[in-house]
């Protein structure tokens, strides 16, 4: 393939390139990579790299020997799966989590490179290319669509930044990470502070329920609060905990006196709540907290005597 679009010399640098690229890449199935607190589209990207990894390995094996029979696909795809599985099973001993999800994007770059790596002119069965082409360009889409919704999703909240999230859009709703059995959220027009809807939040009885919001995506300096809207549907006060924590926290110790701690009584109706930026700077006992690299803000409820239900709208920096 290589060979029908450049020269010799182009050819040949571009296999040595993507050899160097290979070699570079390979440890990083093992060592680095997103944790918890990395950002969607950076785990989204690096599961991309599988496909990426693969499409190059093939392109550079059939520089030295072009897969023109289905045999020989049929033996790169099977080698591929037992390649892929063995570098899950090793993930797991070195502290890294396996994903079927992995071992399909492996796949996905090995036809890739394999189908789009050859001449249409050598191969044997061009019919069965041109077909096997189309799949694979069919196969790279949800893994492309995840990539690109993540980044859709990050240009949109840094845009609306001051405003933290308003949940409102799609990609605000995706800041959202909760435990489905101990919380129920959803979208609700019943009490809008901002926008047209608001987030409905069930906590439920005992234990721990509570829900947590990334907000990394704008510097917290020179702002003076930030400032949320919440609803109280009933005649009861309720008994809430609001949390802030930075990067250093997230990848820490996860320590209590590590980050912003905040007892909320939210009163019957609406409750205003401004916290100053100075405060949560000040908050962690032994450093300053880094308002550039704000992860997560929780809001949790423990051991509730019943279910209880509140409104949250409008996150936002003045």
């Known amino acids: 393939m290589l060979n029908a679009i450049l020269s010799p010399v182009a050819a040949r640098s571009v296999v040595v390139l993507c050899a160097v690229l290979l070699v570079l890449a390979a440890p990083l199935f093992f060592v680095g990579g997103p944790d918890w607190v990395s950002s969607t589209l950076l785990k989204n990207l690096w599961n991309f790299g599988h496909v990426v990894f693969f499409a190059l390995l093939l392109v550079v094996v059939q520089w030295f020997v072009p897969l023109t029979h289905w045999h020989q696909w049929l033996g ?8 892929g599985a063995t570098v899950e099973v090793v993930q797991h001993f ?4 396996a994903s079927w999800g992995d071992l399909f994007n492996n796949l996905v770059g090995v036809w890739l490179g394999l189908f789009w790596g050859q001449h249409l002119g050598a191969a044997r069965h061009p019919n069965r290319v041109r077909c096997a082409r189309v799949l694979s360009l069919l196969l790279i ?7 690109l919704e993540a980044a859709w999703a990050e240009l949109s909240l840094r845009r609306a930044f001051p405003l933290v999230n ?7 709703w ?4 909760f435990n489905p059995e101990r919380i129920g959220l959803q979208p609700s027009t019943t009490a809008v502070s901002h926008g047209e809807q608001s987030l409905q939040v069930d906590l439920m009885a005992g234990g721990y ?32 905990v609001l949390r802030l924590s930075d990067v250093i926290h997230d990848r820490g110790d996860n320590h209590y006196d590590d980050r912003f701690n905040r007892a909320l009584l939210l009163q019957p109706g609406w409750n205003r709540l401004r916290f100053a930026i100075a405060d949560i700077a000040r908050s962690p006992k032994q450093r300053s907290m880094q308002l ?17 239900r509140f409104y949250l709208d409008n996150i936002r920096l003045e």
């Not at 308003?166 to 605000?172: H, I, T, V, Y």
């Open 209 to 240: 329920s509570g829900l947590r919001l990334r907000v990394c995506y704008g510097d917290w300096q020179g702002f003076n609060v930030v400032a949320m809207d919440l609803f109280n549907p009933e005649a009861d006060p309720m008994s809430l």
């Open 141 to 147: 889409g949800p893994a492309l669509w995840l990539v």
């Open 76 to 83: 790169v795809t099977l080698l591929a799966l037992l390649l």
């Open 166 to 172: 308003s949940f409102e859009s799609r990609a605000e």
């Open 174 to 177: 995706q800041q959202l990470v």
């Open 94 to 97: 070195v502290g890294r989590y």
């Open 292 to 308: 550039d690299a704000l992860c997560n803000l929780g809001i949790f409820a423990a051991d509730l005597p019943r279910p209880r």
